[in-house]
């Protein structure tokens, strides 16, 4: 049985993930810093244009479907034919349900982390959108009076900057929404989702390029003093010492493999390396491109209805990207070494930090608690 303690920590991770969404949240609702605008800069004077994807339907494709692919995926193809048959029934419902759970970790804390860093930088920003003035609303009279600077008076005297006090739309909301142009919330909580559903779907499928693995002297394996009765295919750690399952190890020994295939001479390495990997089959290209092009879709349309520039696209994107990326890889391991698992757990001791000269988050006392981890070593005691 799992440690108590090593389910708290798991616990605060999700508090930690909430805290995040919830700050994002608040801070939606703090007045932005409004830069000062032309009345005759067309770049901003265009209509509003009712959105065609709202912020429901962002939230429902980024997020909903999203967790619910996951969750198919999972049910469905994890942990694969061949480590379900190594498998008990409790021991593999453990396993569906620990990727399942990190999964929808890493896809929360992807939304979460560009939630929080695209609200709080249309604040810090106020750049306004282009339908700017129409949110607005003027006050043509009142221009002098606003004024904050313009050498062009002479041409026109509404060529000037104006702050938004000139703004008269009675909902605050709509006037305050004019001046959160940059960073694109919609790109950025689109990229962080489905690019993120994107790194899953390839890690779960093997959807990678090829590429030729690191050839070492020694296996590692094979210096590892590992229990054959105590190897199992779960995500977490023994009490002893962590193992490998038996589809990690021989998948790791014939990808290392480093004699040539029987029927070809040792002195043809070219033939040799190309037959270490192969090209995955082109029909899995499209589990990889649809959560992408859904992306590109959803930032298309924040440019074509007025509600963002392209830079301001870019710079949601790249939030998006940057954050899909980081929590994938905090969750998984890298697409083309981990063969689609996601990386085990913490060891108990170890559940909340480390302090300094601790390598990593692992360590011999293992995941179970702390009494049948102590019955487990008298069991085993020599007499």
Same mark, same amino acid.
């Given at each position: 049985?799992?440690?108590?303690?090593?389910?708290?920590?798991? *616990?605060?991770?999700?508090?930690?993930?909430?805290?995040?969404?919830?700050?994002?949240?608040?801070?939606?609702?703090?007045?932005?810093?409004?830069?000062p605008?032309?009345l005759?800069?067309?770049?901003?004077?265009y209509?509003?244009v009712?959105e065609?994807?709202?912020?429901?339907?962002?939230?429902?494709?980024?997020?909903? &479907?999203s967790?619910?692919?996951?969750?198919?995926? *999972?049910?469905?193809?994890?942990?694969?034919?061949?480590?379900?048959?190594?498998?008990?029934?409790?021991?593999?419902?453990?396993?569906?349900?620990?990727?399942?759970?990190?999964?929808?970790?890493?896809?929360?804390?992807?939304?979460?982390?560009?939630?929080?860093f695209?609200?709080?930088?249309?604040?810090?920003?106020?750049?306004?959108?282009?339908?700017?003035?129409?949110?607005?609303?003027?006050?043509?009279? @009142?221009?002098?009076? =606003?004024?904050?600077?313009?050498?062009?008076?002479?041409?026109?005297?509404?060529w000037?900057?104006?702050?938004?006090?000139?703004?008269?739309?009675?909902?605050?909301?709509?006037?305050?929404?004019?001046? @959160? !142009?940059?960073?694109?919330?919609?790109?950025s909580?689109?990229? !962080?989702?489905?690019?993120?559903?994107?790194?899953?779907?390839c890690?779960?499928?093997?959807?990678?390029?090829?590429?030729?693995?690191?050839?070492?002297?020694?296996?590692?394996?094979?210096?590892?003093?590992?229990?054959?009765?105590?190897?199992?295919?779960?995500?977490?750690?023994?009490?002893d010492?962590r193992?490998e399952?038996?589809?990690?190890?021989?998948?790791?020994?014939?990808?290392? &493999?480093?004699?040539?295939?029987?029927?070809?001479?040792?002195?043809?390495?070219?033939?040799?390396?190309?037959?270490?990997? &192969?090209?995955?089959?082109?029909?899995?290209?499209?589990?990889?491109?649809?959560? *992408? &092009?859904?992306?590109? =879709?959803?930032? /298309?349309?924040? =440019?074509?209805?007025?509600?963002?520039?392209?830079?301001?696209?870019?710079?949601?994107?790249f939030?998006g990207?940057?954050?899909?990326?980081? /929590?994938?890889?905090? =969750?998984?391991?890298?697409?083309?070494?981990?063969?689609?698992?996601?990386?085990?757990?913490?060891?108990?001791?170890?559940?909340?930090?480390?302090?300094?000269?601790?390598?990593?988050? *692992?360590?011999?006392?293992?995941?179970?608690?702390?009494?049948?981890g102590?019955?487990?070593?008298?069991?085993?005691?020599?007499?």
């Amino acid at each position: 049985m799992m440690s108590k303690r090593l389910i708290a920590s798991y *616990v605060l991770d999700w508090v930690v993930i909430i805290a995040i969404v919830a700050i994002g949240g608040g801070i939606n609702w703090v007045e932005p810093y409004r830069r000062p605008f032309s009345l005759v800069d067309l770049s901003i004077s265009y209509p509003i244009v009712t959105e065609t994807v709202s912020t429901g339907i962002l939230v429902g494709i980024s997020l909903g &479907a999203s967790a619910v692919i996951i969750l198919l995926v *999972v049910a469905i193809a994890v942990p694969g034919p061949r480590g379900s048959r190594d498998l008990s029934r409790s021991k593999l419902w453990m396993r569906k349900f620990w990727e399942l759970e990190k999964g929808w970790a890493g896809l929360a804390l992807s939304l979460a982390i560009a939630f929080l860093f695209t609200q709080g930088l249309k604040l810090l920003f106020g750049k306004p959108r282009p339908s700017c003035i129409a949110r607005c609303m003027p006050d043509m009279s @009142k221009i002098e009076q =606003y004024t904050v600077g313009g050498y062009a008076t002479g041409l026109s005297p509404e060529w000037v900057l104006v702050g938004a006090g000139i703004c008269t739309n009675p909902d605050t909301h709509i006037t305050n929404d004019g001046f @959160k !142009s940059f960073p694109s919330g919609h790109a950025s909580f689109s990229w !962080s989702g489905l690019l993120y559903l994107c790194f899953f779907l390839c890690s779960k499928f093997a959807i990678r390029i090829p590429y030729l693995p690191i050839q070492g002297s020694q296996d590692p394996l094979e210096h590892r003093q590992t229990q054959p009765q105590d190897r199992e295919m779960l995500p977490l750690h023994n009490d002893d010492t962590r193992t490998e399952s038996n589809h990690t190890e021989s998948s790791y020994k014939a990808l290392h &493999a480093s004699s040539p295939p029987p029927s070809q001479p040792a002195h043809s390495p070219g033939f040799d390396m190309r037959n270490l990997a &192969a090209s995955p089959p082109n029909h899995l290209i499209i589990i990889a491109i649809l959560p *992408v &092009a859904v992306a590109m =879709y959803i930032c /298309s349309t924040r =440019y074509a209805e007025f509600y963002h520039f392209g830079f301001d696209l870019l710079g949601g994107s790249f939030i998006g990207i940057l954050s899909a990326w980081f /929590s994938f890889r905090w =969750y998984h391991l890298p697409i083309g070494r981990g063969s689609g698992w996601a990386w085990g757990a913490r060891s108990r001791d170890r559940a909340f930090g480390i302090g300094v000269g601790v390598g990593n988050y *692992v360590g011999d006392e293992g995941w179970k608690a702390a009494k049948e981890g102590r019955r487990r070593h008298e069991q085993e005691a020599p007499v």
